[in-house]
């Protein structure tokens, strides 16, 4: 494990250490987790967010997509 040295304000140095010690964790390990899932949000490919946008409508994908084409 590698140590790094950061600056933050105190504003969030003590966020921080609230927010570990309602947790029972150390300050180091919530750095860790919040670290972990921005790389994880980060890492995702462009444009894989949009599978499953369409799951909730009521309306067939082929028959909306002949409905549109017919406007053509």
Not at 32 to 50: F, K, L, M, S
């Amino acid at each position: 494990m590698s140590r790094i040295l950061i600056d933050l304000p105190d504003t969030q140095v003590e966020e921080l250490a609230a927010l570990a010690e309602v947790e029972r964790r150390s300050r180091a390990a919530v750095i860790r987790q919040a670290i972990e899932a921005y790389v994880a949000q980060r890492r995702q490919v462009p444009g894989t967010q949009v599978f499953g946008l369409w799951k909730d409508r009521k309306i067939d994908g082929l028959e909306y997509q002949r409905e549109i084409r017919s406007e053509w």
